[in-house]
């Protein structure tokens, strides 16, 4: 079933609150009150962590806690903690989880009695410890949030309690333990319950009802599933979710495939991908919308400086008219002072065209570097580019571990230094393999293989840049440790499929890749091990003949249920 744990938030209207709480900050800030400013920092922390910008919601977050002293009031210190903590467990740093919450919970007042902050800490424990695989400590951390809630008479917290008391037995019952997979429903029905009385419409109830759907179908109960997600399909549409319609749909189709229904299968697997298709295209007409909208507006101030120009050259053949005239009537002093206003124009001429040229040269290269050529070409000759729809490309993640740690102990220029160092190394491995880099993210970098042309080497090219790019990690590394200085290491994912790709954006446009491909890399890295490049089975396949591979078995990745994997060595 669904392994869901939910940490408790603050509700509100993220994509137009963050200007609001900034304005609001500008203004305590300009009064000096480091309290609401603090407090403010939270909020907005939080509104960055439901947004998506992980590494924008540590920063503010943190600016939040340093921002706190005395006499500001210490029960919101507690609620900044919590948002900062949920920032953690985004970034499945688990262990710095915990020790924040347990100190937080130490230092807690009693006085304060329990609430939405000392239930999120209890909450937010309770999570990193399954997430590091605690099991017995985190049903135990789950059972005190319950107890908690029930005393508080708190309807939401209890209703978010048995959310997590129901997904915690899930995880346990790896799908087939039917006494953990009791408990799980027992509690997600008291959930269910709950909900109804409240907001039995909403998101909240969409996700019960998917969930519910999934342990009907780890039972064997495959009529049921099928009830309870279409239920959850109907809030879905109401709402306007497409991405979870497009994940309903194939939960139908699994449903009715394990139903020995495979007609009905596979017409319920079709829906699926025609949704699916909908929701790249919707993407896709938007970033091609976003790229004419900037040609159109660059191609109006091109037709400006063209006009400009015309009118110069028109005033440039009057003055040289009128010159003309006056050597007929003047000699002498005149022509000696029309030569050098002559030589002088044509050595101007001569500066001007090689400043334009030199221009011209730094615009290509500057294009080059941010696209690749083949898509710098379409853009110069069409005035935009289309998406591409490429069936096989092999996606490379890398995330340094430690690096956290490290930013900690060096200064923010040593710290840069590092990571560019590291970097550089990366595009260069990149450009001996022809992979393309697609972006970095904080400390992680992206590339692909087999794009923007496709080719048939690309599996094997991004393995082989992969082994490289530890290679110079451990390195740095080994060089780190003989100075006696902090490091960081490193874990890579790979894995092989299609993806579409294309221009997105309007200002500081850059080329990048979408779909199920580049998530499932992105696991593969995450479910990786440090050191270790974590391959998919669809890549090993590709590559097992020309390296030597040790297969994993199949391991759990976030979101994606068991998969199999491998750890590639070096070449065999």
Aim: net charge neutral; hydrophobic share 40%.
């Amino acid at each position: 079933m669904a392994e869901t744990l939910t940490r408790h938030r603050v509700e509100t209207d993220y994509s137009s609150s963050i200007s609001k709480i900034n304005r609001a900050y500008s203004i305590y800030a300009q009064h000096g009150d480091t309290c609401k400013m603090a407090w403010l920092s939270g909020h907005i922390c939080n509104t960055y962590d439901v947004l998506g910008k992980l590494d924008s919601a540590l920063i503010v977050g943190q600016k939040g806690l340093s921002l706190f002293r005395p006499p500001c009031d210490s029960l919101k210190l507690m609620s900044i903690t919590v948002f900062v903590s949920n920032v953690y467990l985004s970034l499945g740093e688990n262990e710095k989880t915990l020790n924040m919450c347990e100190d937080a919970l130490r230092r807690w007042n009693p006085s304060w009695g329990y609430g939405t902050s000392k239930d999120g800490l209890y909450t937010n424990r309770a999570i990193s410890l399954a997430y590091m695989g605690r099991f017995d400590e985190a049903l135990e951390a789950f059972r005190d949030v319950l107890s908690n809630a029930i005393k508080a008479q708190d309807a939401m917290l209890i209703r978010e309690a048995y959310m997590n008391m129901g997904g915690m037995f899930g995880m346990l019952s790896g799908g087939t333990d039917q006494v953990m997979l009791d408990s799980a429903e027992k509690y997600i029905f008291k959930a269910l319950e709950l909900i109804r009385t409240i907001d039995p419409i909403g998101k909240d109830m969409m996700t019960l009802y998917s969930n519910v759907a999934a342990l009907k179908a780890d039972r064997g109960d495959h009529k049921a599933s099928l009830v309870y997600t279409d239920s959850s399909i109907a809030i879905a549409k109401r709402l306007g979710d497409l991405p979870m319609q497009i994940t309903l749909l194939r939960h139908r189709s699994k449903n009715y495939r394990d139903m020995g229904d495979h007609r009905t299968a596979l017409d319920e697997l079709e829906n699926y991908i025609i949704l699916n298709d909908s929701l790249l295209n919707i993407e896709k007409v938007k970033s091609i919308a976003d790229m004419q909208e900037k040609y159109e507006s660059e191609k109006k101030a091109g037709e400006i400086k063209e006009l400009k120009i015309q009118n110069l050259d028109s005033q440039l053949k009057q003055e040289r008219a009128t010159r003309t005239r006056n050597i007929t009537i003047i000699i002498g002093v005149i022509i000696l002072l029309l030569a050098l206003a002559l030589w002088n124009r044509l050595s101007y001429t001569r500066r001007t065209k090689a400043v334009i040229e030199k221009e011209k040269q730094r615009s290509e290269e500057l294009l080059l570097n941010i696209l690749p050529e083949e898509v710098a070409e379409e853009l110069k000759d069409k005035g935009h580019s289309d998406a591409q729809l490429i069936d096989h490309v092999t996606v490379l993640f890398t995330d340094f571990k430690g690096f956290t740690a490290l930013s900690e102990q060096v200064t923010p220029k040593e710290l840069v230094a590092d990571l560019h160092e590291c970097f550089s190394a990366f595009d260069n491995i990149c450009e001996k393999y022809g992979i393309e880099k697609i972006k970095t993210i904080g400390d992680a970098y992206m590339a692909a293989g087999g794009l923007p042309s496709p080719n048939t080497t690309h599996a094997q090219d991004v393995v082989n840049a992969a082994l490289e790019m530890k290679e110079v990690v451990e390195k740095g590394k080994m060089k780190k440790v003989e100075q006696g200085l902090p490091f960081f290491e490193i874990r890579i994912g790979v894995h092989t499929g299609p993806v579409v790709a294309g221009i997105v954006g309007v200002k500081k446009f850059q080329y990048d890749i979408w779909g199920d491909t580049v998530n499932t890399a992105s696991r593969m890295e995450s479910s990786g091990e440090v050191g270790k490049v974590n391959i998919s089975e669809t890549t090993y396949e590709l590559v097992k003949d020309q390296f030597t591979c040790e297969y994993r078995g199949e391991v759990e990745a976030k979101g994606k249920g068991k998969m199999k994997m491998y750890f590639v060595k070096n070449l065999g």
